[in-house]
């Protein structure tokens, strides 16, 4: 998943280093397009219990900045705080050849 993300932030000019947020809860980047700054929030709630555990990590703000891109790892821990999803990206390795990946994009519209 993670390297999903790096791609992203790669392709949106992020010079930080791109890392998992399993224990930060979110990370946040700076991207680039058409040269302007916009964040990237990369979320992972499999840590996440509860709603009060959303509202410590500033989960509300991060999905209300309207700029942003939010890509969300374990977004079913969020309860109803989503409301919808544009998109469900599914990740899944070769059984015969653990170096390859199959990805495949929903549109959950």
Do not use: M
Not at 50 to 67: K, R, W
């Amino acid at each position: 998943k993670t390297e999903f993300i790096k791609g992203i932030c790669q392709y949106f000019s992020v010079e930080d280093v791109v890392t998992s947020p399993t224990f930060a809860l979110i990370n946040q980047y700076i991207g680039l397009k058409d040269n302007k700054e916009f964040s990237i929030f990369h979320l992972d709630l499999y840590r996440i219990n509860n709603s009060a555990e959303l509202d410590e990590i500033g989960f509300v703000e991060c999905l209300n900045d309207n700029t942003a891109i939010k890509l969300i790892e374990w977004p079913q821990n969020a309860g109803n705080r989503i409301v919808t999803y544009n998109y469900k990206i599914s990740i899944e390795i070769d059984k015969n050849n653990p170096n390859i990946r199959y990805i495949e994009i929903l549109d959950n519209n």
